[in-house]
């Protein structure tokens, strides 16, 4: 099994700028993809950022300019570091990651339990 687990969450100031890890652990042979999505009360779950495994990433036009995702694939942690919170910013943001495990064949996609990012003065 591969689980992913995130940290960092909170509450933060508008302005603030926190870091969000996932670590992703289990049986792992090498992870592509890996994801930061958010879904805010009452809305659907978007796509915040995401990277490949070389390091290519892409944004949401919301975030471009003031999040950064970047990984570390020795410890298969996806880090999202944000600036500029707003209070729009407020969400439960999820890690996701496309592994491919060294026990079953295939590329499964994993989510993480969430944390919860609150933007308030």
């Known amino acids: 099994q591969v689980q992913l687990v995130e940290s960092g969450g909170g509450l933060v100031q508008p302005g603030g700028s926190p870091r969000l890890s996932c670590r992703a652990s289990?049986?792992?042979?090498?992870?592509?993809?890996m994801r930061w999505y958010r879904q805010a009360p009452g809305k659907q779950r978007e796509l915040v950022a995401e990277?490949?495994?070389?390091?290519?990433?892409n944004y949401a036009d919301s975030v471009a300019g003031r999040f950064t995702i970047s990984r570390d694939n020795a410890k298969n942690t996806v880090y999202l570091s944000m600036n500029s919170l707003k209070p729009e910013d407020t969400a439960v943001y999820y890690c996701?990651?496309?592994?491919?495990?060294?026990?079953?064949?295939?590329?499964?996609?994993?989510w993480g339990q969430g944390t919860q990012v609150t933007v308030s003065s």
């Open positions: 996701n990651a496309d592994v491919l495990r060294n026990d079953v064949a295939g590329v499964v996609n994993y």
């Open positions: 289990g049986s792992i042979f090498t992870i592509f993809f």
């Open positions: 990277i490949d495994s070389g390091g290519n990433t």
